[in-house]
């Protein structure tokens, strides 16, 4: 059960192209937003579709492979987990904000071309 803690599943669209930066030691890292969409029926029978978007960050290889498949509008699957940050800005305000953390990632859609 331990495996479960801490774990997260999304299927969703790539919102731009990863932002891929190179640590010094040569570690890289890819940051991109995703949007899952979930669809329902409202009490008039209208159908209504939510848009939520997810910051995520990987690392390593899966941050390599992020890289050379993956852009804007591709559907793609992630498995991670939920990791929370702190920072703090210019006027000294402390900032938080939650990622997901890939450490596995799939194409979903079909390719085009």
Do not use: C
């Not at 331990?2 to 997260?8: D, G, I, P, Y």
């Not at 040569?26 to 978007?53: D, H, P, V």
């Not at 509008?73 to 305000?93: C, F, S």
């Not at 402390?94 to 450490?103: G, M, R």
């Amino acid at each position: 059960m331990n495996a479960l803690k801490n774990k997260v599943q999304l299927i969703g669209n790539i919102g731009k192209t990863p932002e891929i930066r190179t640590t010094g030691t040569g570690k890289k890292m890819a940051k991109f937003s995703l949007a899952t969409n979930e669809t329902y029926r409202n009490a008039s029978g209208e159908k209504i579709t939510e848009t939520q978007w997810h910051n995520i960050i990987a690392w390593g290889k899966i941050a390599e492979i992020a890289e050379q498949m993956l852009d804007k509008g591709k559907e793609v699957a992630i498995e991670g987990k939920l990791v929370n940050n702190v920072y703090t800005d210019k006027n000294g305000v402390k900032k938080y904000f939650t990622q997901v953390q890939a450490n596995q990632l799939l194409l979903v859609g079909r390719s085009e071309g």
